[in-house]
């Protein structure tokens, strides 16, 4: 059997990364357009790759981040993405490697957290990451929909072409996500290059953007239409690609307008976070079918930077021991000491209050669940009685996490 061994690519082995993931989805080759699309966001030198000969065998790749945590902070986060082994080279520790070498970069470049987005949630445990985040879908069965009184729509919706729309879109992204724990910043490279939508459905993408009574754009929702004309009746489809509102007003007047474009049977959105309103504007949940599915998943690569970087509830401490046996060297028992919501965090010598795994220490660590759930399913053991609601109190959130972007 050849030996395998592990780098970072150079700009010339982009395609060959490509078609090799591309290969690892059960693809045979990659769409040349949508190369070309990620090309211009691949950052080469954290792009790492198995080699076997000259044979790319397995990938991976991490973009570089900033992740909006609770208190608004951002913290410096490597986004893990672009994750495939050849079907014929699994189980041979390849993404092992890769993981390790990732996150040893993390840690160079003084990243305190990783995260990511699993095709299969099951493979990322083992590493370190815990689910932290799950999102909503919704299939709205229009002919079920009854809005609740006081839901009327304020302000007007413009429709705009693609490249009028994107700055406008950004400036309100940007606004949206001040205060959203996990929220992922983005730049006009993103903007650009296919962040929104993919090239090939821009054509039939519609922009819309809702300005307030004073003519202040203050939300955006991109969505297009598939059309069906079952036996001549018009059921038609409008699929919703990305919705983001700054105000309850503007959250309001966008679902009542995407709610009544004319000849629609349903309306679908995904990847709504779970404190999504729509739950509470309507008298007939059901009409909304919503589906919880998995989201973002994230893992502590220096628990007490990040600790320290996030806002907290009220003053208290805590001490918890921390396992990792993917990385040893980031284990260790952490005392956190938080005054009127703010956390400073360092390694101890005291005896823990709680132990628990580094997943755990993800999945708490935007506020999508809380330590007592996690004791409840045998995650954390509480040494110290009283510790798991003093965490829960401290570790409060009132936001939902919520990526809005999703790489």
Request: charged residues 25%; aromatic residues 10%; proline residues 6%.
């Amino acid at each position: 059997m050849t030996d395998l061994f592990f780098r970072a690519i150079v700009p010339d082995e982009v395609d060959d990364f490509f078609a090799s993931l591309a290969v690892a989805f059960s693809d045979p080759r990659p769409d040349p357009e949508e190369v070309e699309t990620d090309k211009k966001v691949v950052e080469v030198d954290r792009t790492f790759a198995a080699f076997e000969e000259d044979r790319i065998v397995g990938c991976a790749g991490v973009y570089t981040q900033q992740m909006v945590v609770p208190g608004g902070a951002r913290v410096p986060t490597a986004g893990v993405t672009m994750v495939g082994v050849l079907p014929t080279h699994r189980r041979r520790g390849i993404l092992r490697e890769l993981m390790g070498m990732m996150l040893d970069q993390a840690a160079a470049r003084g990243e305190s957290m990783a995260s990511l987005f699993a095709s299969q949630g099951a493979i990322y445990g083992r590493f370190g990451f815990g689910h932290a985040a799950h999102h909503l879908e919704f299939d709205i069965a229009l002919d079920r929909l009854v809005w609740a009184g006081g839901t009327e729509p304020s302000g007007r919706i413009v429709l705009y072409q693609r490249a009028e729309a994107l700055p406008i879109m950004r400036r309100i992204y940007d606004r949206a996500i001040e205060r959203r724990p996990a929220a992922l910043e983005v730049d006009d490279r993103w903007m650009d290059v296919g962040f929104w939508e993919s090239k090939k459905d821009d054509e039939r993408m519609f922009y819309a953007v809702h300005e307030d009574d004073a003519g202040t754009p203050d939300a955006f929702a991109m969505y297009g239409i598939k059309h069906e004309w079952p036996r001549g009746l018009p059921s038609s489809e409008a699929k919703v690609k990305r919705f983001v509102a700054t105000t309850p007003e503007s959250h309001v007047a966008l679902w009542r307008y995407l709610c009544s474009i004319d000849l629609m049977g349903h309306v679908k959105v995904d990847l709504r976070p779970v404190d999504e309103p729509l739950q509470w504007l309507v008298e007939e949940p059901r009409a909304l079918r919503p589906l919880l599915e998995d989201g973002l998943f994230l893992r502590p690569v220096d628990v007490a930077a990040a600790w320290s970087a996030r806002g907290y509830v009220g003053d208290g401490s805590l001490v918890v021991a921390v396992d990792d046996p993917f990385r040893p060297e980031a284990a260790g028992t952490f005392l956190l000491d938080v005054d009127d919501g703010v956390g400073t965090c360092a390694r101890t010598d005291r005896e823990p209050d709680l132990r628990c795994s580094a997943n755990v220490i993800g999945s708490t660590y935007v506020g999508g669940v809380t330590w007592t759930a996690l004791a409840g399913a045998g995650r954390v053991d509480e040494v110290t009685p009283g510790a798991l609601a003093r965490a829960d109190a401290l570790f409060r959130c009132d936001v939902a996490p919520w990526p809005v972007f999703y790489f």
